[in-house]
């Protein structure tokens, strides 16, 4: 097995010192020196191993074939040798005591240890006999593996007498006087976890016994101590902290807070009382650079406490480079190293290190001074300013000074509970630092996930550095070069859901949140310009390029160009921050064995078993949480143990508590060993024999290796077939709508021919190239292609005009008339115009005029009010000139533009906007404009990168609204617009549009206090591939765009509790969302086939809530909401069980050709089947409702355009039809106050040519006329869910060609 799977505290125990053969020699020939010179000098020693104590302290023999056998961890033998002492004059010392042979030992040695370097590490100092007795010291040391895997070392020097006083011969007479020599042990703890706190508790605990036991008697102090130590396991992530008694103190091991997070066991604000925040922010800067940095201390322990608090503060962020918080006098050629390196020196070398290493970056911790080896002072770039401000504003509101925090509380005469008291503080410290450590990274890194492309797995990094401020570039363009920030983008890539992705989400100002609503291209808005107008010192110069395409006004001082405000300037007010850790259990383990054998072993896990037995009998039902830590651990126990049935037993019971902590390896390897006799005992177990079956399910997967790769978007050099130029698109960050890109292809290879000498001309500086090409698309087998030379100008045209709008600043008197959210997309040149001379520019709402002269601001109009776009010729000078003319419907004047050779373009781009704002305003959808916008601006560059004579024609083929005003009127019914509120798009970061499978409303809480979450309601939207999609329910923005629940399709979801959210899928299992955290971490196996319905009993006021599940097989479960156990289960005969309802107590179930009532113990009540003539033609229910006050089901089939009532209490009597003219079929219904409302099929027009003409209806019906209020028109594709939101709106999803949500109110 390998080590991982079994995490235990100790990994080895090693005693490093000399021997006392060596040590009598040394002290005879020293005694002999001082005799004849005088004062005798002490020679330096060369530390050795002495002791190697690492587990299993039981041996093979007494093991057997038990669990303590298959479980010796992989090791490497070490092979003492007697080595030849450093002083010449003295003999050949005898073997180590304690080992038996001859000249050699073989000793077993975790295979990440190295022995060879350990001595040295242990006494960094060297090694050196005192005349004096000395205090004990601690240093703490970290190894890393070529892989990056780290093990953890807590070091204690203890010095003790040579001889103790014992008698020895001296000159041919026996002497006992004391010795004067005093020699040093090393006693060095090595872990695989970075508890350095109770590490050093426990070898303080060891001094105690050393202090009072014989040299002779060392060995078997240190070998009880280190068996204890083998004995205590590590928490798991969560809140369980453990502690074990070691008299004379007790021991605690804080856990992680998950699994990616170190546990933290050291005083994190070290680092504060050595550096003030200017200097810690330098040296966080090296490290996001990934420079060679150098720490140095006259305390040993303290290079490594301040190096570890440093590489916290950096988390999510992980150091990749050479780590080595203490290098030893002998190891500063490490220093030479060419690689980035974070290493720590005694100060006694500080001018050694100075004078002859280059390029280092030298922190002196004890003094708080940062240099580097070639000046004082640190010439590299520095946070961002603002992120910077921040951090420091928050540590200086940090209480770092425990006496200070103490002055007031009375002294404390218990130990135990004095130093329970330091703990509580020191983690609600660390507690602090870390959020603020974390709220500096978010805010330096937070915009880098608005610049992937995750399909792609691409990030743009020229992109994400254009919207940087300049004093800020030099620092990003450094850091994205790093190791340290490629693997952080490969977590965002991965959309990791982590403590930064968490505080990112929640510390979002309100304009992120709505941008989060739509995504419109990058532009900044009115907001962000005043923003950075009163941040920054308005820059005098203009850009010759930008001030082309700005108005020509007298006084220029009154635009300024400045990069777009970064989003780290929104900060969030640290009330928002601030949080309470949460709440901790603490588990004790029992007294250790007072001997070592297998039987006291195995008592002790017994007893460790019972106790864990008796805290999860303790623990709440609905506490998942700690449920899982103690499942875990008596798991774990049960395994050491050799009980792999009960072990396999509590692992299961991971899945209904947290499968975050779920031992995936370790239970792949208890169900591969389970002997014959325990696997016929797991066949009688349902619940281990779903286990088993399911872990051979999964091991017989072939694994597809994750795609963890990040690539950097590069020009292609080829010709580009629709498919690749598609995906080149995306990865280029232009656009993801795969619709869109294929009218982008039809535009560039629309066939156009151009006058090669006029075209070169018109074109930028940046963009004119050789161009050999005769047209825009060249033709191989008749198939459309790009050229790559195409594809350069093109996309050097979109990024230039991009990163125009990115530089422009509007005079505050034009800003006053706009609003916050609006930007400029487009801005003409000079022109003449009914209203006078100036610019005319575009925003997402309007277009206005920025009059020359002086600066001013005229409306032309807004989109909404368009009555007429054409274009008009005036006669200028025997000439007929083109113009624009724009009928609005607030103005009775024509507006009147010259526009000259633009005229056409802005032809185009206004009808465009017009038809997308008149579909926004009609459909109530955003998106509909945003996408409006992103064709102009294609538009735009398609015109601008082709400049031939039909480069319009190829433009209007992204003319896509205007054309669709044209095909089919736009007009929205009268009803479906005043019933119509809003409509979302859950596809919004998608290629392309999803099926909405499922939509589920919970409602909000007014008293949720929980910092991870807010109190507003929420959509929740179940997309194909296991994807959910959640809304804020408050303000339609979205939360969180993938929440991934397995990789089948969805079929029903449950809010259950306020804080879970269901989810069965065609995999046949019910994940449980929580909805706090967002993340599914529980999963209900005992469906065997798909699951397809859920229903919640509420009125069991005795039980609560009582859920119930159903799959596709007929199999119903009745569930206990907090333990999460099946209370009953029973059989539906059926071919498909689709859903299934409670009303009164009994439970319906639709079943394909039949719908029946049963009993909630599963009896047959009542079954009603589909007419003769209707099964004749294979159809089948799809859903139904129950009017229980009216005595009736509503029943509806999906290839019927009709719907069926049936009287509930007489099945007997006819059946009524309600026809649903229009409707093909009846897709879902639910009940809305005294209203049916009916989701039907997806019908299309007489020609079926245009997407826009596929539509379907939500019908209202009357329960008592049995008449149709409303038919409601809003998708182009069959709607697939129904759900309400508290009686006041109902919500509509509809399959992938439309793939929206549309809301509509009640009422």
């Excluded at 050779?901 to 997308?916: I, S």
């Amino acid at each position: 097995m390998a080590d991982h799977l079994l995490p235990g505290l100790l990994e080895a125990c090693v005693v490093i010192g000399s021997s006392s053969e060596k040590l009598r020699e040394l002290y005879q020939s020293t005694q002999e020196t001082g005799r004849s010179n005088g004062i005798p000098a002490l020679p330096l020693l060369e530390p050795e191993v002495l002791h190697v104590l690492a587990p299993p302290f039981v041996s093979r023999e007494q093991a057997g074939n038990g669990v303590l056998k298959s479980f010796v961890r992989r090791r490497r033998s070490f092979i003492r040798k007697k080595r030849e002492p450093p002083v010449p004059n003295t003999e050949t010392p005898s073997e180590v005591e304690g080992v038996k042979g001859g000249g050699t030992e073989d000793v077993s040695v975790p295979k990440e240890v190295d022995l060879m370097a350990l001595p040295q590490l242990c006494f960094p100092g060297g090694f050196q006999l005192s005349k004096e007795q000395r205090e004990e010291q601690f240093h703490y040391l970290v190894f890393t593996d070529v892989f990056g895997n780290q093990t953890h070392g807590v070091v204690m020097q203890y010095y003790r007498p040579i001889h103790e006083g014992t008698s020895f011969l001296q000159n041919g007479l026996w002497s006992s006087r004391p010795s004067k020599l005093y020699s040093a042990y090393a006693f060095c703890i090595i872990s695989k976890h970075p508890y350095y706190t109770a590490l050093k508790d426990c070898l303080s605990c060891l001094l105690v016994q050393l202090k009072t036991c014989r040299l002779s008697d060392l060995e078997e102090r240190v070998k009880e101590f280190a068996t204890k130590l083998s004995l205590v396991p590590i928490p798991p992530p969560g809140q369980l902290h453990m502690t074990f008694s070691l008299r004379p103190l007790t021991i605690v091991l804080p856990s992680r807070e998950d699994n990616d997070q170190p546990a933290v066991d050291l005083d994190l604000h070290i680092p504060l009382l050595c550096l003030r925040p200017q200097q810690l922010l330098q040296v966080l800067s090296c490290l996001l650079q990934e420079q060679r940095v150098v720490l140095f201390s006259a305390d040993w322990a303290r290079l490594t406490l301040v190096a570890e608090s440093l590489l916290h503060y950096l988390q999510p962020l992980s150091w990749q480079q050479p780590y080595v918080p203490v290098l030893a006098s002998g190891m500063l050629d490490f220093l030479m190293a060419p690689t980035a390196f974070l290493m720590g020196c005694h100060i006694s070398h500080f001018e050694e290190v100075s004078a002859e290493t280059d390029d280092l970056i030298l922190v002196k911790i004890d003094t708080g001074s940062v240099s580097t080896s070639c000046s004082d002072t640190v010439d590299l770039p520095e946070i961002p300013l603002a992120a910077a401000e921040c951090f420091t504003q928050r540590c200086m509101s940090l209480q770092i000074h425990y006496d200070l925090n103490q002055c007031h509380i009375a002294s404390c005469s218990d130990i135990s509970e004095q130093r329970a008291h330091r703990r509580t503080w020191q983690r609600n410290l660390n507690h602090d630092i870390q959020r603020i450590t974390l709220e500096l990274i978010v805010n330096v890194f937070r915009d880098v996930s608005s610049h992937l492309n995750y399909e792609h797995r691409v990030f743009n990094s020229e992109e994400f550095l254009k919207t940087r401020e300049p004093t800020e570039q030099l620092f990003y363009k450094k850091v994205l070069e790093t190791h340290i920030f490629h693997f952080f983008l490969k977590d965002r890539l991965n959309r990791k859901m982590d403590a930064f992705a968490r505080m990112e989400l929640h510390t979002r100002s309100e304009t992120q949140k709505l941008k989060a609503m739509v995504e419109n291209p990058r532009r900044p808005t009115m907001q962000e310009i005043q923003a950075r107008r009163k941040s920054s010192v308005t820059e005098m110069r203009l850009n010759r390029r930008l001030g082309m395409s700005l108005p020509n006004l007298i006084d220029d001082r009154s635009i300024h160009f400045n990069r777009q405000i970064s989003l780290t300037k929104i900060l969030v007010p640290d009330p928002m921050l601030r949080t309470t850790p949460k709440p901790i259990k603490v588990f004790k383990l029992p007294e250790f064995p007072a001997s070592i054998s297998l039987s006291s072993v195995q008592s002790y896990y017994s007893e460790l078993i019972l106790q864990l037995g008796k805290a999860i009998f303790c623990v709440p039902p609905d506490n998942y949480a700690l449920l899982a830590r103690y499942y875990y651990l008596r798991g774990f126990i049960n395994t050491l143990s050799s009980r792999r049935l009960e072990a396999l037993s509590d692992f299961q019971n991971l899945y209904k508590t947290d499968t975050a902590i779920f031992p995936s390896q370790l239970v792949t390897w208890l169900v591969d060993s389970l002997q014959k006799e325990e696997r016929q005992q797991a066949d009688r177990r349902p619940e281990l024999k779903r286990l088993i079956l399911k872990v051979k399910k999964e091991s017989e997967k072939v694994l597809d290796e994750p795609d963890y790769h990040i690539k950097k978007f590069v020009l292609p050099r080829t010709h580009l077939h629709q498919e690749e130029f598609v995906r080149c698109i995306q990865e280029s960050g232009i656009v993801k709508d795969v619709a869109t890109i294929h009218r982008l292809f039809d535009a560039l290879t629309a066939e156009s021919k151009r006058d090669s000498s006029s075209d070169m001309a018109s074109r930028s500086p940046s963009s004119r190239s050789s161009l050999s090409f005769d047209s825009s698309a060249s033709s191989e087998g008749h198939q459309k292609q790009v050229e790559p030379e195409l594809f350069r100008v093109f996309y050097t045209f979109w990024k230039e005009t991009e990163a125009e709008a990115q530089d422009v600043n509007l005079p505050s008197e034009v800003i006053e008339h706009l609003d916050n959210s609006e930007c400029v997309y487009k801005l003409s040149s000079s022109v003449k115009t009914s209203h006078g001379v100036g610019k005319i520019a575009m925003t997402q709402k309007r277009l206005f005029l920025l009059t020359e002269g002086r600066p001013d601001f005229l409306e032309i109009t807004k989109f909404r009010d368009i009555e007429e776009v054409k274009i008009a010729s005036a006669a200028s000078f025997l000439v007929r000139i083109p113009s624009l003319r724009i009928h609005t419907c607030s103005r009775t004047e024509v507006f009147e533009a010259n526009l000259k050779a633009e005229t056409e373009l802005w032809n185009l781009v206004v009808k465009e906007m017009w038809a997308g704002r008149k579909m926004a305003d009609q459909h109530k959808d955003p998106q509909y404009m945003a996408q409006a916008l992103t064709n102009v601006l294609l538009m735009d560059a398609v015109v601008g990168c082709l400049q031939t004579q039909r480069s319009i024609y190829a433009a209007s083929k992204l003319a896509y609204f205007d054309k669709v005003k044209h095909e089919v009127p736009m007009m929205v019914p009268e009803t479906t617009s005043e019933t119509l509120k809003h409509k979302i798009n859950p596809s919004l970061y998608l290629a392309e549009p999803q099926t909405v499978h499922v939509l589920l409303y919970t409602p909000g809480q007014l008293s949720c206090s929980d910092s991870e979450g807010d109190g507003n309601p929420k959509l929740w939207v179940a997309l194909s591939g296991g994807r959910v999609v959640v809304f804020d329910a408050a303000s339609w923005s979205m939360l969180q765009d993938c929440i991934q629940v397995g990789a089948s399709q969805l079929n029903c979801m449950l809010g259950l509790n306020q804080d879970q959210v269901w989810v069965g899928s065609q995999d046949s299992v019910i994940y449980i969302i929580d909805t706090r955290s967002m993340s599914c971490n529980k999963q209900l196996t005992e469906h065997r086939h798909e699951v397809t319905g859920f229903t919640l009993d509420n009125k069991d006021q005795q039980n609560g809530q009582q859920p119930y599940s159903c799959s596709a097989h007929g199999t119903i479960l009745q569930w206990d909401s907090s333990s999460l156990k099946v209370k009953r289960q029973f059989q539906v005969k059926c071919d498909h069980l689709s859903s299934i309802q409670i009303h009164e107590g009994t439970l319906w179930c639709c079943c394909g050709d039949s719908i029946v009532e049963l009993k909630k113990n599963g009896t047959l009540q009542r079954k009603v089947e589909l007419p003769d003539e209707l099964q004749s033609e294979s159809r089948c229910f799809s859903s139904f409702i129950i009017v229980p006050e009216r005595g009736q089901l509503w029943t509806g089939c999906a290839d019927s355009g009709e719907l069926c009532l049936w009287d509930t209490k007489d099945s007997s009597l006819p059946f009524e039809r309600i026809s649903l003219s229009g409707s093909t079929g009846v897709t879902c219904m639910i009940r809305v106050k005294d209203q049916i409302w009916v989701g039907c099929r997806a019908t299309s027009g007489e020609d079926g040519q245009c997407d826009s003409q596929l539509r379907s209806q939500v019908l209202v019906v009357d329960p008592e006329s049995h008449a149709v209020q409303k038919e409601l028109q809003a998708h182009s594709d069959s709607i697939q869910t129904l759900c309400c939101a508290e009686d006041r709106y109902v919500l509509s999803g509809s399959a992938c060609r439309d793939g929206k949500i549309a809301i509509w109110k009640v009422e």
